[in-house]
């Protein structure tokens, strides 16, 4: 054999030992199964990511007797919140938001009831005031005391004041959020802050607290740290700890003020870029800083059905209908507060009454509140 056939032979093996090449139609379709895998995990990852609440309350209506298995306060007057019933729909959420302040001793200063109806795409939430009287067997009977005190009469705290709130409302929201007050300038930072009115001059300092805020009046960029300043603001003080000023009605002040930022956050959040593209920030926040009964996939079910649905016309604030009482305390008025709970809150078809409520300074047998 020729030296020319022999290398004509080891080439033609050589070519045979290769892997043969891929056509274009069989590349497209490589590239194709790629997409389909990659779109079969992302729908499963989604479908694990967003999880639809269960609403925890089912059943006939009752009132009184067994709540579930959880423990009910009971003062003597046969009142009970109302734990089950049928509702005005099967994806209409009610949800107590607890602001929890670790530097200030623990307190529950800022406490929201939300509502979420997903079908109507409505929210409404109601400022519960700190200082909101209630029926509570020591002598400081404020709302904001509750938690405190819960470890003297073996009760867990945020148990405690989901109680102490269903008296005041005539029924047992579906869900507790505590929040760490921290949690809320990481949020502000994620969504890169907030354009608000800060409505007054802030000057506060507390070295105990390592708790310093000083913001002037006016539209401004309010990122993480500020926010925090903002809402914790009641007070100013001077160089000496005098304390002076503050809002002109106290804390409903204050209140009105943390409903109007945190609409500016609401607002924010609703943005589908917003919202999406921080969505592993906020899960890491919430991982953090939240305690709850919902999980990750809850929350995130809600931030689902809320993009490019729900808008701000359709979220309304209110705050507990109350009068003073002639000092700090704030007594809550109880035709205003079913009113307001039936049109905006009540899950259950049939209406909340004032026989559902257990109100500081209603008299026995009485149909309004007194002093």
């Given at each position: 054999m020729s030296e020319q056939s022999r290398k004509r032979i080891q080439k033609k093996e050589a070519k045979?030992?290769?892997p043969s090449r891929l056509s274009r139609g069989q590349k497209w379709l490589l590239v194709?199964?790629?997409?389909?895998?990659?779109?079969?995990?992302?729908?499963?990852?989604?479908?694990?990511?967003?999880?639809?609440?269960?609403?925890?309350?089912?059943?006939?209506?009752?009132?009184?007797?067994?709540?579930?298995?959880?423990?009910?306060?009971?003062?003597g007057d046969g009142v009970q919140p109302r734990v089950s019933g049928e509702r005005k729909s099967q994806d209409y959420y009610t949800v107590l938001i607890l602001?929890?302040?670790?530097?200030?001793?623990?307190?529950t200063d800022t406490m929201l009831l939300a509502s979420y109806d997903v079908t109507n795409q409505k929210a409404t939430v109601m400022s519960i005031p700190r200082d909101t009287m209630v029926n509570v067997p020591w002598d400081i009977k404020r709302i904001n005391s509750v938690y405190n005190y819960a470890p003297y009469y073996d009760k867990d705290g945020i148990q405690f004041l989901k109680e102490e709130v269903s008296y005041l409302i005539g029924f047992q929201p579906d869900y507790t959020i505590v929040v760490e007050w921290e949690a809320v300038g990481e949020l502000v930072d994620a969504i890169g802050g907030v354009e608000?009115?800060?409505?007054?001059?802030?000057?506060?300092?507390?070295?105990?607290q390592n708790l310093h805020i000083h913001l002037n009046a006016g539209l401004q960029d309010i990122d993480g740290d500020k926010a925090m300043q903002l809402l914790r603001w009641r007070k100013n003080s001077d160089a000496y700890g005098n304390v002076y000023g503050g809002y002109p009605n106290g804390d409903l002040g204050r209140i009105e003020?943390?409903?109007?930022?945190?609409?500016?956050?609401?607002?924010?959040c609703l943005q589908p870029d917003v919202l999406l593209s921080n969505l592993m920030d906020y899960i890491s926040?919430?991982?953090?800083?939240?305690?709850?009964?919902?999980?990750?996939?809850?929350?995130?079910?809600?931030?689902?059905?809320a993009i490019g649905r729900l808008d701000m016309d359709s979220v309304e604030f209110v705050t507990l209908p109350n009068q003073s009482a002639g000092d700090a305390h704030l007594l809550p008025v109880g035709s205003q507060i079913v009113e307001m709970v039936n049109e905006g809150f009540n899950p259950y078809q049939s209406d909340i009454s004032l026989r559902d409520l257990n109100l500081a300074g209603k008299r026995p047998g009485s149909s309004s509140t007194g002093t």
């Open positions: 045979e030992k290769r194709l199964a790629a997409v389909l895998a990659a779109a079969l995990a992302v729908t499963v990852t989604l479908k694990t990511l967003f999880v639809k609440p269960e609403l925890p309350n089912k059943g006939e209506n009752t009132q009184g007797g067994d709540t579930q298995g959880e423990d009910v306060i009971d003062y602001g929890r302040d670790t530097g200030g001793g623990g307190n608000f009115d800060v409505p007054i001059d802030m000057n506060y300092d507390d070295p105990t003020t943390q409903q109007a930022f945190l609409k500016e956050v609401v607002r924010k926040i919430f991982q953090k800083n939240v305690t709850t009964d919902l999980s990750v996939g809850n929350l995130a079910y809600f931030g689902k059905s």
